[in-house]
């Protein structure tokens, strides 16, 4: 007996599947020698949360965030130290330019990267993906001139084929947390630590290479053990029972009464582009994402920059801090608080909600500068971590009306026209925002919207944006939605 949908030259063996595992009834076989068969049978011979795996998920995630995260705390220094802007004020838009290298890079090939990860396997693209983490990430850290640092974030993004569509993970969340303390407290170690760095040293010499070690030696241990992963790709033609342990893993996202029918219509299934209610949602969902990403460029530029020009003067430390305590309230908030609210409001209404909060809280940033320590560090602390949640709650607000947009069998190619329209998005919002940042501080004494504070509304122009299109007739629920 073959596999349904089985080459017929398929000559190697073929073990029954017991029945009634995965509640497929026994209805198909186990081809001897297919690696993804074999995880398979091993997940029905062993019922149950498949932590390992999950562990592997786990520490992959973490391994793409910390090169994000640990690099916005330090940024401002060592374009500064560089010696590549001519002005302190232009600071800013070289730094742009950096932050939005990896972005770029993983925009180009990140469709290139999903079709290799279904044709060769996914732990070959794994492994390659943590081992330019390793190579490229000590090599920006070794940087010496910008256009060194420009090309490193790049090849980072662009042979980094880990980062998928993200958007609800404890690693994520605990990756926010470690990645800025490693960039505010390990960058410029010979300035914080001189009794243990020498200026005349590796560390002293290449101020900003001992965070990237750091999390290039965890990239590395990762690498090794990745060795022993378990690869899952079918060597063959599989039916679409295979799918059924994936869907019910990431089916604690979504709200039962809010999923779409799996009968949905067959004009639907022809093409993504004509569901409007996927790609309303996108929409959203890719304006959020740059105002999200653009914030993130901005706070730690805006902190960082001096006082004359509207920034606070904080120290890469002092930036670090608050962006590891923001990071650990997002994990606590996404674990245990957005489920709730998602519950109570639903997605949309908890989406627009957060938008019309998140406003005034932008509006109030630039005048900041106004306050000092300590009531300033508390003022920012509680600002971040406020703003920074309520992102959560829209970013993963968008995901689930994306996933309840499409029959389960068509998620994963909905991720991927998300991930693309968003990895475009958050491209272009570092380099945006490090020109409107740069422009802004030249124009300190401007009647409208002096300096720093025409920043903020801006973002507050793009928050506003997204807002309206989360309001008729610009989004589209399904009917299920309507009848409810």
Known sequence: MRMEGEAPEQSAPLLEKTPGAGGSGGNYMYLEGCPGCAVDRRKAENPGIPYGSFLYVWIVTLCTALPISSLFPFLY???????????????????????????????????????????IGRKPVIMFGIFSVVVFNTLF?????????????????????????IKVSTAWGLGLIIGPALGGYLALPAEKFPKVFSPDSLFGRFPYFLPCLCTSVFSAAVLISCIWMPETLHKHKVSENG?????????????PKEKVEQSGSLDT???????WPLMSSIIIYCAFSFHDMAYTEVFSLWAESEKKYGGLSLSSENVGQVLAVTGASVLVYQLFVYPRINKVLGPIKSSQIA?????????????????????????????????NNLGVTIITSTFILQNNAVPQDQRGAANGLAMTGMSFFKAAAPAGAGIVFSWAQKRQHAFFFPGDQMVFFLLNVVELLGLILTFKPFLVVPEQYERK
């Open 355 to 387: 938008a019309i909060i998140c406003m005034p809280i932008l509006f109030a940033y630039p005048y900041m500068t106004y306050l000092s320590e300590p009531g300033l560090s508390i003022v920012l602390n509680i600002a971040s971590v406020i703003k």
């Open 141 to 165: 850290g070794l940087s010496v001139s910008y256009w060194m640092a420009i090309a490193t974030r790049f090849l980072l993004g662009a042979l980094n084929g880990l980062l998928g569509p």
């Open 243 to 255: 799918n059924q342990s994936i869907e019910a893993l990431e089916a604690h996202l979504i709200d």
């Open 77 to 119: 220094f060592m374009i500064r130290d560089l010696h590549v802007a001519k002005r302190t004020e232009d600071i800013g838009f070289y730094a742009g330019f950096v932050g939005a290298s990896f972005m770029f890079g993983r925009c180009l090939t990140s469709t290139v990267w999903g079709i290799a990860a279904d044709r």
């Open 269 to 275: 299934k022809k093409s993504l582009f004509k569901n």
